[in-house]
Every structure is written in structure tokens, then in C-alpha cells.
């Protein structure tokens, strides 16, 4: 669950980037944390969890990005992440991933209304 609330949290952060055309560090960072912010206290809403993300959330989500820097071209900054979660990651079309997340999102909020 925690890793398909990050996955939504990113879908936004990055539908907002593209949005925004050219990336402007100072202030497009700020609003992305905004969102990203806002996002999740309606998620957490939505299906209960804490309002602030949880500490080891933050912990998985450093190690998900180790798991995902293993499918990239190596650059400095990459040597800060040593410690992945061993996550097998898949490439998927946009259009079986939007398809996939949704289903998987439609199944927990009908479990939620079913509780």
C-alpha cells in the first residue's frame, strides 16, 4: 500500500513538472513539495493513514530509489544510495502502467467502501 501511495505522490510531482515546461529550481521545487504535501494528506484521508508520512516510510522510499537507480546511467549523486531494498523493477508501457495503477487503486477504494 505505502509503495502505490508513493507511486501516486510521484505520478503528480512529475505531471506537474512536465506541465510546467522549462524546470526553475527555487520555485518549482517548493511547489512540488506543496503538491506532493497536499496530495498525501488526501490519500491519508482517503484510506487512513497518518497524516505525516511515516519515518520508515521515508526510509523505503530512499531504498525504492537505490532499486530504481540500478536501471539508470550512473552520475555522482547516485553513491549517497547504498542501501537497496532489492526491488525488481519493471519497465511498462505508459499505457499498461496508468491501466495497472488504476485498477490497483479502484481495488483499495472498494475495499475501503466495503469495510
Known sequence: MQQLLRQCRICF???????KGRFRE??????????????W????????????TPPEFHGADNRFIVDELVNMDPMDWHGKHNNPLGARIGCLSPEVSERDFLRTFEDLA???AAA
Open 110 to 112: 472498494n475495499r475501503r
Open 13 to 19: 510531482r512529475e505531471n506537474l513538472k512536465r506541465s
Open 41 to 52: 494528506l488526501a490519500i491519508a484521508q482517503l484510506f487512513g493513514p497518518s497524516r505525516e
Open 26 to 39: 527555487g520555485k518549482y521545487m517548493t511547489t512540488s513539495k506543496m503538491i506532493e504535501k497536499r496530495n
